[in-house]
């Protein structure tokens, strides 16, 4: 895991940004009356091609591997699980967007995780 | 005859490349690059040269021939080769048509440059003749994950990615020991995905 201040704050930052932006644009388009899978899968699909467009700004200062993968997934995350709840319930837009940023918070972590468990010398049979 | 197609890919990217990288990347791998390149030792090859952004990172006092096979990337590289306290100088060159005697450098390093060379093996094939029996390959390289989910949207993005520069799928790990390399050491720097390599010509 990278430990200077800089990329921990901007990470989170970003994830927390992108997974509001995401989920405000769901909220946007899904209501009461959308099918729930239907919902759930369109908007994924959408939260990640607005994760792999909101990652860049924020790339220019946080290089764009350690942006970009977890952009996408905080989109698809964010996308799939407001687009869940909009679907079955009234949903206002400040939750919309706490839920947001709660997502884009909970896949920085998750990435944070994976980061230490993957980062260091691996095994000389490893390939990738 | 270098490869056109990627020549012009990188022409066009040159203008714009420090504004995307610099920055960002750079600074962030900068730790990890400047361990990796701590061991240049001998008669060096390097390669992609780029606009030079590396070079801040090299060890004063080497010896260091780097190709690109962009003319308008070494052109732009030109004040930051001149800054360089040591020898260095820089070649157009496709790395599929290196021109040097067979075992001509002591070491070769690479940064994020499998990535975009179009065929690998054959790149890697070409870096394991010019180097000196025993020579040693160092290479800091994005590559493709093993893992899922990761692997499954390195893949996504390569559709995007390739169209304006690198592929983000690359298996370079294997590429480099298929190409008859000795893997030394693997480091993952960011995931499986941000790495360096270390092997060594058998």
């Known amino acids: 895991m990278d430990r200077r201040k800089f990329y921990v704050v901007g990470d989170l930052v970003a994830n927390v940004t992108i997974g509001v932006i995401v989920a405000l644009a769901t909220w946007l388009i899904v209501g009461p009356n959308w099918n729930m899978w239907l919902s759930m899968i369109s908007m994924m699909a959408l939260g990640m091609v607005l994760g792999l467009v909101l990652f860049f700004p924020f790339s220019i200062k ?8 977890p952009a996408m997934y905080t989109g698809m995350w ?9 679907a079955m319930m009234p949903l206002t837009m400040r939750h919309a967007a706490e839920l947001g940023a709660m997502v884009g918070g909970a896949e920085i972590l998750f990435i944070w995780i994976v980061n230490t468990l993957l980062r260091g010398i691996s095994r000389e049979t490893g390939e990738g | 005859m270098a490869d056109l197609l990627t020549q012009a890919k990188w022409d066009k990217l040159a203008p714009r490349f420090d504004g995307m990288t610099s920055q960002g990347a750079e600074k962030r791998w900068e730790p990890a690059k400047r361990d990796l390149f701590s061991h240049m030792r001998g008669k060096v090859l390097f390669l992609a040269l780029g606009t030079g952004l590396d070079i801040q990172h090299f060890p004063p006092g080497q010896d260091i021939l780097a190709i690109d096979i962009s003319p308008k990337m070494v052109e732009l590289a ?14 157009v060159m496709d790395v599929h048509e290196m021109d040097f005697a067979p075992e001509s450098f002591d070491q070769v390093f690479t940064s994020c ?9 054959d790149g890697l094939k070409v870096l394991n003749r010019v180097l000196k029996p025993g020579g040693q390959l160092f290479m800091f390289e994005h590559t493709g994950s093993r893992f899922y989910p990761f692997r499954q949207m390195m893949d996504l993005m390569t559709l995007i990615s390739r169209r ?15 190409a008859g390399f000795r893997i030394i050491e693997v480091k993952n720097v960011y995931l499986d995905v941000v790495k360096t390599i270390r092997a ?3």
């Open chain 1, 78 to 86: 964010a996308g799939m699980f407001v687009g869940m709840i909009a």
């Open chain 2, 78 to 91: 030109q004040p930051r080769l001149a800054a360089y306290e040591g020898d260095i100088s820089a070649r």
């Open chain 2, 113 to 121: 440059t499998f990535c975009s060379v179009p065929n690998p093996v």
């Open chain 2, 164 to 178: 304006i520069g690198p592929d983000m799928n690359r298996h370079t790990v294997r590429n480099v020991r298929e």
């Open chain 2, 200 to 202: 060594e010509r058998h």
């Open chain 1, 62 to 69: 946080l290089g764009a591997h350690e942006t970009m993968i």
